[in-house]
């Protein structure tokens, strides 16, 4: 079974390259982040036409989630339960549901802007939500999984210039400790191998050719029960997909594993 994760920036401006993804690398589940459309606007006829059934949480604006799935889509459920507000409503940055033999959750954390913004102590709040929300899930009777944009690199070694980052979001003790406490409810990070480089980051800025050069982070992590880790296979980063006109800022994260 091979189950991936990827911002994709726009659903809307990538759906040619999905498409062209989605066949090409025989995924049979997608977490999507950053949809960037209404729920009406997202393309469900055209990824149904490619055998893909779809689970959306989108409002339009910046955020919006969403699972594919080839091989069934059942008890979903859309939203953060116990999520924060920001700015009166709850964003649609989380949904979940259970894919053939696994239980997947499709999320993008928000960014948190700068240390000293209110969007900062949001993200830190929405993280222990999260941390909440999964718990009942990691000990459940299928193998779990967390898996999206979470906007926040585990370790120095997954920024390209840890002295850049010195009081800026992404890096900071209290965001990885948000990671630490997931991993204390009982999950564990499947880290992908690099098939280019010495690390596989995930993102890299549009701006000053940050993707040529490497300038990456790796921010687009994946978070499994043990029922889940047991049965990785393999897991890396589609760097190839970053490339060429009409990329996401983003590249695919795939998980291969023997289910």
Known sequence: MRIATWNVNS????????????????????CIQETKCTAEQFPAEALREAGYESAVNATGRWNGVALLSRVGLTDVVTGLPGGPDYDGVQEPRAISATCGPVRLWSVYVPNGREVDHDHYAYKLAWLEALRKAVA????????????????????????????????????????????????????????????????????????????????????????????????????????????????????????????
């Open 136 to 259: 009942p899930e990691v000990t459940g009777p299928l193998p779990f999984a967390v898996l999206g944009d979470f906007n926040v690199a585990p370790t120095d070694e997954d920024v390209w210039d840890p002295a850049l980052f010195e009081g800026a979001t992404h890096v900071t003790p209290a965001e990885r400790a948000a990671l630490s406490a997931l991993e204390g409810e009982g999950l564990a990070e499947v880290v992908p191998r690099p098939l280019k480089y010495d690390r596989a980051y995930t993102f890299w800025d549009y701006r000053e050719l940050r993707f040529p050069k490497n300038k990456g982070m790796r921010i687009d992590l994946t978070y499994g029960n043990p029922a889940f880790t047991a049965a990785v296979k393999d897991s890396y980063v589609d760097r190839e997909e970053r490339k060429g006109k009409g990329a996401s800022d983003h590249a695919p994260v795939v998980v291969d594993l023997d289910l």
């Open 11 to 30: 659903i809307t401006a990538r759906l040619p390259r999905l498409l062209a993804w989605l066949e090409s690398s025989g995924t049979d589940v997608l």
